[in-house]
Every structure is written in C-alpha cells, then in structure tokens.
C-alpha cells in the first residue's frame, strides 16, 4: 500500500518538473531555434517560469508533506526512500536562500554575462571587473545563509557536485597537479606531433552528417534524439525520450565531432535514467562530475582511443579525401591525441587540461575566501598560466576574460570538469573488468554493449543516491585520481623506442 | 499619475501570458522539433503550463482588481479602458466554466484527436463516434455555464468569434450561398481550366527557397521571423518579435508557396500589434474571422493576383523550367485560379471553399440544437455535398472524417474561414482607395505600402475593441459580403467573350 502522503508528495514534484521542462525548452529554444527578436519577450517568459517553479517547490505544503514522511520507513535503496531523502535535502536548500536574494543572483549574472561578451571581445576586463565584484559579493551573502562550512567554497561547490568538499577536491587535484606537470614536460621535451592536417577546409554539412554516423552507432536514434548547431554546445532534455544535442560544427576544424561524441555523453546519460525517476527529483545525472565523467568517456575514452579510429577513420578519410587522403591512421590517431600547452580550456588536450581547472580552482578559492581582490585576477592568472603550462598570455581575451562562468555567476563549477575526468577511467576500469577486451568490439564499430553497461550500472540511477553513493556502486571505491593519471601516462606518454 | 491597482492588474496578467508564451512554445516545438519520444512528458509539462496559466488568470486578487477599477474612467480607445475592459470579458467568462469540466473538456478532445488519425486514415466513422458524442455532450455542459442565448450556437461561436450571433453569421451565409452556388455552375458551364502543370515533381528545398523569397518581399526578417517544415500548417508567436510560420512543402504540387503566404498573412498581423499592449491579453490579434481575413489577404488578393504574379511568375518559371518552361503568366494564373467543386475543404478554391465551411456551420448547428445525432453525420454531410457543390463523397476519409476540428471539440469555430473571406475584402477596398492602384506596386515586387497600411490601420490595434469595432473602425461599416461577391464575381465569373 501506498501512503497517501507519498502520492501528494509526488504529484507536487511532477507539476515543479513539469515547469523546470518547460523552462528547458525555453532555454533550448532560445539558443537554437529563437529568431533574436523574441529575446525581450523570452527573458520575461523564462523569468517567470522560473520562478513558478521555485515557488511551488518551497511551497509550505512540501515541507509538511516531507515533515509527515520518513525515509526510514522503506528500504533506503527504494524509490520512496531516495524520493523523500533527495526532496529533503533539495527543499532544506532551496528554503535557506531568501527568494529576493535568488532574484538578485540572476539579475547581476543576467547583467554580468551580457557585459562578457564585449569585454571578451574587447579584452576589456576593466569593464567586467564591476560585475564579478558584485557577482562575488552575492556570492557571500549566498554562502551566509548556509551553516558555517569547514571552508567557505565548500558551500559554492556543493551547488555543483552535491555533498563534495573542498578539501576532498583539493587532495585530488594536487596529486594531479604532482603527477601531470612533469609529464607534460615529458611530452614536450619528447617533440612535436604533426596535426597540422586537422586545420583545414571541412564542410559544415558532412562534418555533421559524419557525427551523426558516430553518434548514431552510439545509440542515438531520430525518435529520441536531435543534434541541432549552435554557438555555445550544451546537451539539455526537455523530458523523458527527448534527448537534445547540439554543436558548433566551424568550418575550419574536425573539433565538432568530438564535441559531438561529449554531449552525446551527456545525453545518453539522462536518455538512460531509469523510466520510474521521471517527473521527479530523481529523474537525471546525479552530478555535473559524474555527467562529465560520461561525456568525457564517449569522447575520450572511446572517440579518442585507436580502436575507435579503426573502424571510423576510412569512414572519416574517405568523407575527407582532400584533407586526409596521405594521412595514415596512426599518424590521425597521435594528431587527435597530441598533447600541447595552450591557452584555451575548451580547445586543450586531455592532460593540459586539468591544469586549466586547477588553475581556476585555485582562483576560485582565493576569490570567495577574500585573498584575492577581483580587479588582480588577471595577474593571478597569467602568472599561474606562466607556471603550471609555462604559457605566456598576450591579453585577456584568451586569458581571464575566456570562459563565461564567473560572468554568468558560477563559482564552484570548473572543478567538476576534471572530477569527471578521473571518475571517467575509474568507472572504465569497473566497465572493462567486466565486459573484457572493448577494443575489439569498437573496431567492429560496436559501442551496444558499452552503453547497456553503463546504463544498467550508472544511469538508471538517476538522483536516487548522493554522487559519492553513486560512484562507490559503480566503481567500488570513493573518487580516486590513480587510474586517471595511469591511463594519462600509458596512453600519452613518449614510449621508449 | 497611474492606479497602483492597474499597475498590479498588469503585473498578474502579465505573468498569464509569460505562462501562456511557455504553452506556445511547447506547442510549437512539439509540432515542428520535438523528437516523437518525447510525446508523454510533453502532455503533462502543456498540461501543467496551461493549468497554471488558467488558475493564475481566475485568481481571486484578479476580480478583486477588476471590482475596483472601472473602466469609463479612462478614455474608451485608451489602453487602460480597453485592458480593463477586455481583461473583464475575458475574466467573466473563464469564471463561468468550472475547472472539472475544462479538464474534462480537454481529456476529451485530447482522446478524439487520437482517435481522429486511424477514423480517418481507416475511413472509419464508428471509430470516431464515441468520441464526437462525448464532445457534444461536454459542449452541452459547457453551453449551461452560460446565460440563456438566443441560439446554442451563440455560446460556441462566441469562443472563437467574440460577440458574433449565429444570427448574423446566418445571413451573412445565406447570402454567400445564393451568390455562389449559381456562379459555381456558371464557372462549371464555361469549361474546364488546365490546371495539369501544378501538379509535379517540384523539388522541396527548392519550393522553400521561393516561399522565402516571396515573404521575404512581403516583411519577413530572419531577425524576427523563421519558417519551418511541418505536417499540418500554423503560425504561432511566442512573443513580441518572434513570430513562426510553417508549411507542408509537398513534393508533387505547388500549394505550399501559397500555404505560406497565408501563414505569412497570420503572422504579419501578430508582428504588427503595437508593443505597448504585448504581455497583456490585448497582445494579439482580435478575433480569428479577423485574422483569417489577414491570411486570405496575403494569399489570395495578394498571392493570386495578376500584379503578383507579373513580379514572381518569371522566378519560378527559372526555379522550375522543366514543369513551367512551357506555361505562360496568363495560364499559370487561371491555373492557381482555377474554381471546381471537389471533395477536400483545405485544397478548395476560393469559391467553392465558402460551401465546405456554410455546409459544416449548417451541421454544427443541428448537432448543438440535437436536430442531428452524431451518428447521422456522414449521410447529412454526403447529402449537403451533393446539395451545394454537385460532389458524390466516395467516403468518410474524404468526407466527414476530413477536418479534426469536431474531434478536437471546437465546435463553432469554423464559420470564422469565411467570415474572413469575407472581411478582408471589406479591408481591402479601404486599402484601395487610401492608396490608389496597388497593382502597379504589386508588380515592381513591392508590397510595404500595402503591409503599412494594414499594421497601421488594423493590426497595432490588437485585442483593444472588440471584433465588430475593430472591423467598423477599419472598414467603416459593418461585416458585410456584399464586396466579397463582387470580388468573386468579377475575378473569376466566365469573362463575356
């Protein structure tokens, strides 16, 4: 039998779920779809939409509803149990932080991030300086409606990747800090790679009817997919069986496909969520790691492993024969592998990287923790450019002023990048224990298996368990940075002769 | 100085339509992006909007503002009388429906319209029949919220006509039928039109690109506008600036270029409503006779004009050489033209068009007043075709079954086809005389004089008179289809040799 104050529970969610999708596609419409002019209209319609849904979640009748429940009351692995546990902790928060402050926080990142996009353009940090002072003054008036933390960030962080603290993080990236340096300079000293050939005329069109073969042999299908080009990719689902991908496909690079393999991660992810979840709080990835972790297998793991490149590089060459004709796989595989410091985050390799995060980690830190005024950020971070990746920034276009985080308001967030990187190759080793030798079913152009593993171990979780819980199912042990670093060195590192 | 209660009034009904904005959206994306996965988190997110959106407007604060605001202390063609005033209307009537059988209402024609697609495809009636009772039925509860009209027909027509009479409507009808059937059989009498070459393989991306051009030429910007693929035709704006067309572009005939203007004729009267009453319920066009008479201005007296087609005929003769090399600007206009009875209401002529929508106003009316049982449907419509246009109808499918709009419930909404057949003949002639011969305009490929004169006119006034006001204001009389049989008659009546 059902308590039928479960059943209220539930209804109550459903109709908060309803209006968060139909904020997503809002949201997804506006990227992709929207002609400019409706912006003004849009802004409105999200705004309140948004804040509907926030209203009817901390509506007064939840927390009665969750003050007459009691997890314990049923099996703690059990839908009712994680509904009411997962509810709770999401109300506690979500009634800690005073509606107006909430407001606040999006106007002044609204504002922020429409000053970003010239002040990049420009590289004018001048000009966005005022914003991110009033972004992080938010931010602690954010972080004081919490209990008082172990450290200030944790209460940034736990927006992102629920439950995480700070100095957890900090163990983790340091040993990739020790580990990951020295083998850059490794890499560096072992000489260049050529990928000069991945530069280059690619048509728009057959680039991406190239990603759909690869997302298509992934699991994609026309009933439960769209892949649609857009300026900034994001992968977003508007409801269950309604997985939405999108890419930037420049005409100058191969990059969108591999793009396209991450947010194809990213989707299958949330297409994999057990049908039960839906409509509820438990209904998608657990975490923005533990979702990176996904889209970093499937690009990564699988789109930049040599077995995947055998079975798709004549496919890829022949689309292509202008640009790769005379160039041999192997030659392609180290390309799309090399390792090189660089000034971007989104265009760097596997390795340099984390080192960009570590780098924004750091700042974070200092920022939230008041060691660090926002008008020296610049110099901050081109000094640490200078001695994590021995990188000189010429301005701050590609320098502070390249991400739009801090501008949209989301301090806390870059960590989860590289978590997703390590729990990636600790969730791969459960995977391959299991299913054996991958490689030979990539180079068959078999990629079933792989996602029905990844599916029935992670997936169909949902938000039913905390992002710690999740990954110690999975993997059988907490967040561990030792299989990431090895596989970095076995695949990357120079190999003796 | 303003009252703060019209300023909140403002306040709360703008939250209305951003919620009514986010159901157009859902709307609009199902219908044109949404993978077909997505279909049952789709239906309960547009449940969910669309309730919210209601109980917000019917919310007791909204009548206590109404009771203490008045509207005669504002100018009657100022915005604040025509908001409190149609805000009033609007409010008055939403009260009167109890919320049960809305949702009723709703379940109901959701389960019809999905019972529609095999009735149809199956020519099936006793499928369908079931489902059109319950309809019926629920429209008789819904007819009883009301205060005794003079005819039943009065509250159903009213939704989607407001303040129309079934009186008015039947006059206006009687004497569109005693003009027409007549000239039908003299149209029939003078032969047959070669009407062979529309009919084709006509390649889709390249009928799209000359819809384009040709709305382009009418007003369409991509700042403001898009134009997509769908199955069954719409226009739909969710919000100022934005503004959405579709068309079926059909691989073997050349409707979709006229489809399009139509839509485009719905979506220019949108854009043009003035900015200032956007997000109040006066922000759209007032009443869909109206807007119809907008989208038959641009397809047919536009869109099937000579001047038109001296422009555009030569471009689509260089898009289709092959199927129109051959065809002269004279033939190809008596083709587009061509007037002859046939079985399907959407692919008739201007003419006969007229007697598919008078046929189905007769039915509809002796279903609502139980002169006919459901179940007599077929043999009244077969009867009726035979009556007014001469047709034997070979089945349901292509008789009875043809339109979903009884499925769908909405009984009374289609005299509002020809009811704006009719008016936008009455605008036209207004158009005439302010700016003198429009041919010569039409014919340099120039239409913003005539698209100026209409935004001004009529479209900026949105919702702020009622129908007939606006018609009168615009017009200078009454609805009228004198003009629109002139206009018939003299365009396509056989010419004295």
Redo the contacts between chains.
């Keep these: 039998m059902t308590d039928p104050k479960l059943d209220r529970l539930k209804t109550l969610v459903?109709?908060v779920d309803?209006?968060r999708?139909?904020s997503t596609?809002?949201f997804w419409?506006q990227r992709v779809?929207?002609?400019?002019?409706?912006?003004?209209?849009?802004a409105?319609?999200s705004?309140?939409?948004g804040r509907?849904a926030h209203e009817k979640f901390v509506a007064p009748e939840i927390g009665e509803l969750l003050d007459g429940l009691n997890e314990a009351d049923y099996d703690y692995d059990s839908f009712e149990a994680s509904l009411i546990r997962v509810t709770r902790r999401d109300y506690e928060k979500a009634m800690r932080v005073p509606p107006e402050l909430t407001g606040e926080m999006r106007r002044s990142s609204a504002l922020a991030l429409s000053a970003w996009g010239p002040a990049k353009q420009n590289s004018d940090f001048q000009s966005l300086l005022p914003h991110l002072e009033r972004n992080l003054d938010l931010r602690h008036r954010y972080v004081e409606c919490f209990p008082k933390p172990d450290e200030t960030y944790d209460v940034l962080l736990d927006d992102y990747e629920p439950l995480m603290k700070t100095a957890e993080v900090r163990e983790i990236f340091d040993e990739l800090k020790r580990e990951l340096v020295p083998l850059i300079q490794e890499i560096g000293d072992a000489g260049e790679v050529d990928s000069s050939f991945l530069r280059g005329e690619f048509d728009r069109e057959q680039q991406r009817e190239f990603a759909l073969k690869v997302v298509r042999r992934f699991g994609y299908t026309?009933?439960?997919?769209?892949l649609d080009q857009t300026a900034h990719p994001f992968m977003t689902s508007?409801?269950?069986?309604?997985?939405r991908l999108t890419t930037n496909f420049r005409p100058n690079d191969l990059s969108s496909i591999f793009a396209s393999m991450h947010e194809f991660g990213h989707g299958v992810y949330e297409w994999g969520v057990d049908s039960s979840l839906?409509?509820t709080p438990l209904g998608s990835g657990v975490s923005l790691a533990v979702h990176e972790s996904q889209s970093r297998s499937w690009e990564n793991l699988v789109g930049r492993s040599r077995a995947f490149w055998r079975f798709f590089y004549p496919q890829l060459q022949q689309t292509f024969p202008a640009q790769l004709g005379s160039v041999d796989d192997e030659a392609f595989y180290r390309a799309v592998n090399k390792v090189h410091p660089s000034l971007i985050r989104i265009d760097a390799d596997e390795v340099t990287y984390n080192l960009h995060i570590i780098l924004r980690f750091e700042l974070e830190q200092e920022l939230i923790d008041s060691r660090l005024e926002p008008r020296d950020l610049p110099q901050a971070w081109n000094e640490r450019m200078d001695e994590y990746l021995g990188i000189d920034v010429p301005d701050d276009a590609r320098g502070v002023l390249q991400d739009m985080h801090w501008a949209g308001g989301s301090l806390g967030y870059f960590p989860t990048y590289s978590l997703g990187n390590v729990i990636s190759v600790q969730i791969w080793e459960r995977l391959q224990e299991d299913l054996g030798d991958i490689d030979e079913q990539m180079e068959r152009g078999e990629f079933g298996e792989i996602r029905e593993w990844l599916r029935t171990h992670l997936y169909v979780l949902g938000r039913k368990f905390t992002p710690q819980e999740t990954i110690e199912r999975v993997t059988g042990s907490r967040i561990d940075p030792g299989p990431y670093v090895r596989y970095l060195r076995e695949k990357l590192a120079p190999q003796p002769a």
């Design positions: 459903g109709e309803d209006l999708k139909a596609i809002l419409d779809m929207m002609p400019p002019g409706g912006a003004q209209a849009r409105e319609a705004a309140t939409v509907l026309d009933d439960e997919w769209r508007p409801g269950e069986g309604d997985i839906h409509r």
